[in-house]
């Protein structure tokens, strides 16, 4: 077993130093931040510039730092830049809002902006009314620049906040295109930026909106280990923190996150000897390993995982090691899946993401998972009792091999993997071969065989329906409606998705493919009511919208239909340019205008 094992995790100290964890850095935390002047005051002209920035970043880049530490600091007195108001960092989460009536992420917003206002006085004020006061108490000529971070909570699935997600965008699009000389900066992850894309327009979005956030290179990276230290009695040695920065850097890429950055150097600072005032090599290797550094902050993440989920530590280690290292002892890609993900719940693989332990990219639509950091890799294996080679199993090895072919855009090697997986499998792996099976379905679906798809998501049903996995079944039987409506097959696609729907009766976009299949079946009035369904319960869905105009029109309500299509352009305003939504309105007004005229 390895010297990890040993090691534990680090002893907690009040002192961290002149670095600060894993908690990101605030603004009284200036002093200490470096490595980002460069994106502070490219970020700072960008803002005080446009109407609306969108600083996005993978979790843990460090965007809430760089907002605190590195942006709000440079407006403050004696700065020579252009001064500004600059409203306290804003929140919208929901567990923030102080205020007892009214829309939560109103709520959480204003309580956010200003922090010391009795919640009293804050209740019936609008964000276009806040705003406007805060705009005369700043003067003429002062711009004045409101931050809100961690905007992706917005985009939680909440349930019966659709009409609050709404009437949330409406309001605060109307503060930023009435109220004058305010400055919008929402900083967002990556993976929710999709969701806010549509809204931007109407948020004053432009061609300078966005501000993409990466890892730190090595030269920043150095700067951030180095230049904190400066204001201690200690200092590195020529070359250490170069070691330090390299071992840092991962997947062969020149990209530190910061993140790991600040974990591996409290790592060390809390290790040194109280004696040593020159961090050289041999004190940095004997008590500044990041792998150690690293493996500590994992076993933090699988005690508290543990302890939230219910699975035990021993399973969550063998789940890290045997899904996300491969027999090479390097890091592998998994696909998130549903209601599972390499055979743990898809919520587990999300708090694992959320504490920086793994990672998420969005590949073809799909979520897909690694580990942070090549380092996790040897205390992974360590806690598990594995080495590489006793990782997945042959079979298991080959199904991961064809998700990573997939993702990796080469459906003909992932197929080949697939069917390699069922081929190797015990007769008792039956979740196996029905993954593998659906599998081949999605890459027939890619290739455009849907005769084989149909089979293959057939043949994982049934393998699913084996386990009495509803929850998949219902999953592949809305993928073979939604293949039977782009065929015509209206009543097959209606059959499928009648059913898909009653196990997944949550989703929206199930529900708008039957409502398709519905219509193309001669049923307009039964897909108005499947619409109707779906928009009481998510007023702001836009294809439900989009879905029902189309009914509207078919039951020769054009009025109504008109409405429906006002609407999801309120809240998308580039469908206003799409053809098929200006047919709709055309065809619309072409109705009404007969309908208005006296007969002949």
Not at 162 to 168: K, L, P, R, S, T
Not at 235 to 251: M, T, W
Not at 434 to 463: C, F, K, M, N, P
Request: charged fraction near 25%.
């Amino acid at each position: 077993m390895t010297d990890y094992l040993n090691r534990g995790i680090s002893t907690p100290s009040v002192d961290l130093g002149p670095y600060l964890g894993s908690r990101p850095f605030n603004t009284d935390d200036h002093d200490r931040f470096f490595g980002r002047a460069e994106e502070a005051e490219a970020l700072r002209r960008r803002w005080i510039g446009n109407r609306l920035v969108v600083l996005h970043g993978a979790s843990g880049i460090g965007k809430t730092s760089l907002l605190r530490a590195g942006v709000i600091p440079l407006f403050g007195v004696g700065r020579p830049h252009r001064p500004a108001v600059v409203l306290p960092v804003g929140r919208i989460s929901l567990g923030s809002g102080r205020l007892p009536n009214g829309n939560p992420y109103q709520r959480a917003l204003l309580s956010s902006w200003s922090p010391n206002t009795p919640s009293e006085q804050l209740a019936g004020r609008t964000i276009v009314g806040f705003l406007r006061r805060r705009r005369e108490e700043a003067g003429a000529g002062l711009p004045l620049l409101a931050p809100v971070d961690q905007f992706e909570e917005l985009f939680v699935d909440v349930p019966d906040r659709g009409q609050c997600h709404a009437e949330f965008l409406g309001e605060l699009a109307e503060a930023v295109a009435s109220v004058s000389d305010v400055h919008l900066l929402l900083a967002v992850r990556e993976e929710a930026l999709d969701d806010l894309e549509p809204y931007l327009p109407a948020l004053g979005g432009g061609p300078d909106s966005h501000f993409p956030l990466e890892p730190l290179d090595s030269e920043a990276a150095l700067e951030a280990v180095t230049k904190p230290v400066e204001r201690t009695t200690r200092s590195y040695a020529a070359g250490v923190a170069e070691q330090l920065v390299a071992e840092l850097r991962s997947g062969g890429r020149d990209a530190i996150e910061p993140l790991h950055l600040q974990l591996a150097c409290t790592a060390l600072w809390r290790a040194l000897p109280e004696s040593a005032r020159t961090i050289t090599l041999g004190v940095r290797n004997a008590h500044g390993d990041v792998g150690v550094s690293l493996g500590d902050f994992c076993v933090s993440a699988v005690e508290e995982v543990s302890a939230e989920s219910g699975i035990p530590e021993s399973e969550l280690w063998q789940w890290l090691a045997q899904a996300f290292v491969t027999d090479l002892g390097t890091r592998g890609t998994v696909y998130e899946g549903t209601p599972e993900t390499a055979g743990v719940p898809v919520a587990v693989a999300r708090e694992f993401e959320r504490r920086h332990i793994l990672v998420v990219d969005y590949r073809a639509g799909s979520r897909w998972y690694w580990l942070s950091h090549d380092r996790l890799v040897a205390p992974i294996l360590a806690m598990a009792g594995l080495t590489p080679s006793q990782g997945l199993g042959a079979a298991q090895r080959q199904l991961r091999a064809a998700e990573g072919a997939l993702a990796a855009g080469d459906p003909e090697l992932a197929a080949h993997r697939a069917v390699e997986a069922i081929r190797l499998s015990a007769d008792g792996d039956v979740r196996l071969r029905a993954d593998a099976t659906s599998l081949l379905a999605d890459i027939a679906v890619r290739q455009g065989r849907t005769g084989e798809a149909e089979r293959r998501y057939g043949e994982a049903a049934g393998l699913f329906a084996t386990m009495e996995d509803l929850t998949a079944v219902g999953r592949l039987l809305a993928a073979t409606g939604s293949l039977h409506l782009r065929c015509g097959r209206f009543v097959d696609a209606i059959a499928d998705l009648q059913v898909a729907a009653r196990v997944s009766p949550g989703s929206p976009e199930l529900k708008v493919d039957l409502a398709d299949a519905l219509c193309g079946a001669g049923q307009p009035q039964a897909a108005h009511g499947v619409l109707t369904d779906v928009l009481t319960v998510e007023p702001g869905a836009v294809d439900a919208l989009l879905g029902r105009a189309r009914t509207l029109l078919l039951l020769g309500q054009p009025d109504a239909a008109l409405d429906d299509l006002d609407s999801a352009v309120r809240i998308s305003p580039d469908l206003a340019r799409r053809t098929d939504v200006l047919d709709m309105r055309d065809q619309a007004l072409a109705t009404v205008t007969a309908i208005g005229e006296p007969a002949a």
